[in-house]
């Protein structure tokens, strides 16, 4: 067995191992695993999170305090609404996997996409066409 903790011998020609691999045999090299990737992802779930709470936080500092009652106190726009997000959509998400015919793994995916709510998107888009961002 080799020791991991001697570097390979120095060799003149282009096929020998980098210095940091851990086992050389002339031309075959084992190289220490490279943690870029797990890095990466970390400092992008990272910024990617910081910038999804600021988009959410700057969509409700535009709610109107006044405008917001008012639609509590006359409740028909909330219940179009969830009529809409949890009857209409997973019903359509329903019906096209039955017209579709999709495999049954698919056919859950397929209702759980029409059961989620739409998020940041349909919040950004209401914003830009003047929509009401209370409701």
């Given at each position: ?83 809409c997000q ?16 999709v495999h ?32």
């Amino acid at each position: 067995m080799l020791d991991n903790s001697t570097a390979c011998p120095a060799v003149d020609n282009s096929t020998a191992c980098p210095e940091n691999s851990t086992i050389c045999s002339g031309t075959s090299c084992v190289l220490p695993e490279d943690d870029f990737n797990q890095t990466l992802s970390v400092v992008l779930s990272t910024v990617l999170t910081i910038m999804l709470a600021l988009v959410m936080f700057s969509m409700g500092c535009n709610v109107e305090i006044k405008k917001f009652l008012h639609h509590i106190k006359r409740p028909w726009g909330i219940f179009v609404g969830f009529l809409c997000q949890f009857g209409i959509m997973p019903l359509t998400a329903f019906l096209l996997s039955l017209a579709f015919d999709v495999h049954p793994i698919q056919a859950v995916v397929v209702m759980i996409m029409g059961c989620c709510p739409g998020g940041t998107a349909s919040n950004i888009i209401a914003y830009w066409v003047d929509g009401d961002m209370d409701l």
